[in-house]
Each structure stands twice: as structure tokens, then as C-alpha cells.
């Protein structure tokens, strides 16, 4: 059994294209696959319908594919996805990505790479 596979997910249905090829990325290495949605200290986890509908059909897509999905509150999204890496055994992380023209100058992506140096980070890009 490989490293596990990690996928960190959003409040929008439109994730599931993040669990689908993590899913690919885990059957590729014979890995465990896990996804994450970690809220920011202070934002509702499930108040909004919309947003825990999407929450909801992230996690029945998850299990389709076989993963765990974690919901995780912190005030620190990049330490959280490094510490809970580092606690899984993760090999290979998944994460949605904005074209480099719409990205803000602060990029999540950028800084799990720097703290996460032995870890593979497998970006899909939104299409939008």
C-alpha cells in the first residue's frame, strides 16, 4: 500500500472533480484516499442550505470513490493541511486551482508546496 492520497475540497459541488481525480490518483498507487474540508474559525459549517447540500453530495461522492471525508473548523487552512498530511502518511495532495490570471497574490497552492517539499500537490484548474 502506497502513501495515502489527500483531496481537499471547497463548499461547492463543482469539487467533485477534485474527489474524482483523487480517486484516479489513489487506484494509479494502490493508496488510501482521503478528502478534507477544512472551515475557517467563524464561518458557518452548515448554516447556509446551499453550502451543506454541496457539503452533503461531496461526502455521498466520496464514498463512492472509496474515501473518508473529514470536516475540520481552523483559523489556519495551509497549517491544517500540512498537519493532517503529515498525520496520514499522505504522498500526493489534490487541490482546485484558479488560471493564473484570476489567482489573488496570496496562493494556498503555493504555500502547501513550500511546507510540504517531499509531498506531490496535483492541481486541477478551474475552468472558468
Not at 474540508?37 to 453550502?51: F, K, Q
Not at 494556498?108 to 510540504?116: M, T, W
Request: net charge negative; with cysteine.
Amino acid at each position: 500500500m502506497e502513501e495515502a492520497v489527500l483531496v481537499c475540497v471547497t463548499r461547492q459541488k463543482t469539487c467533485e472533480r477534485l474527489i474524482v481525480a483523487g480517486a484516479e490518483v489513489a487506484k494509479e498507487k494502490n493508496a488510501p484516499l482521503q478528502v478534507i474540508h477544512i472551515a475557517r474559525v467563524g464561518d458557518s459549517l452548515l448554516g447556509n442550505p446551499s453550502e451543506s447540500e454541496a457539503l452533503e453530495y461531496l461526502y455521498q461522492i466520496s464514498k463512492e470513490h472509496g474515501a473518508d471525508m473529514m470536516m475540520v473548523r481552523s483559523a489556519d487552512v495551509v497549517s491544517t493541511i500540512v498537519a493532517q498530511a503529515e498525520k496520514l502518511g499522505v504522498g500526493t495532495i489534490v487541490m482546485g486551482r484558479l488560471p493564473r490570471s484570476k489567482r489573488a497574490a496570496f496562493d494556498i497552492v503555493d504555500d502547501v508546496i513550500s511546507r510540504l517539499p517531499d509531498v506531490e500537490i496535483k492541481t486541477v484548474y478551474d475552468e472558468d
